[in-house]
């Protein structure tokens, strides 16, 4: 499966108004390469393997396990540095927003993702929408489990 994202910091917060659905989510690492994650997803658990990122693009397999197999990966099998944020949906003209706000560490973050079908694909940008960061390797959320973003300075 390929995975062709693109990530924006949000610039405002009048996208809560249109918000269909929202999950908290837990999730730690493995290894980092290939990156090998562990993520409660609401009442979920999930094991996500991601190739290295080319573009915008990477190979992704993702295999849902049982929930409390996936917490105890979480407390013991995982490195140090966690993830934990809120993910909330939304649709925007025809298109699948998340949007995830960070917590712990990573707190004051706010991040919106798109998935798209090629990495060329057109689509409108909603105005809550700021800087992209698609390509700077900080924001992917295993660099934040080792680098939280407090700690950036």
């Known amino acids: 499966m390929l995975e062709i994202e693109r990530k924006f910091l949000v610039a405002s917060s009048s996208w809560q108004a249109h918000t269909s ?51 105890v990966m979480l407390d013991t099998l ?29 707190q004051g973050l706010v991040l919106a993702e798109i998935e798209l079908s090629s990495e060329d694909e057109q689509f409108e940008l909603p105005d809550w929408v700021g800087e992209e960061v698609s390509d700077d390797p900080r924001y992917f959320n295993s660099a934040l489990a080792r680098t939280p973003f407090s700690t950036w300075g």
């Open 78 to 106: 995982c490195l140090p540095g966690r993830i934990k944020k809120v993910r909330h949906i939304l649709e925007h003209a025809g298109k699948e927003w998340v949007i995830d706000e960070f917590a712990l560490e990573n």
């Open 21 to 71: 659905s929202s999950v908290p989510i837990e999730q730690g690492y493995m290894c980092n390469s290939p990156t090998v994650r562990v993520r409660r997803y609401g009442d979920q658990g999930f094991l996500t393997i991601k190739g290295p990122t080319q573009g915008i693009s990477r190979a992704e397999f993702e295999y849902e396990i049982d929930p409390d197999e996936a917490q």
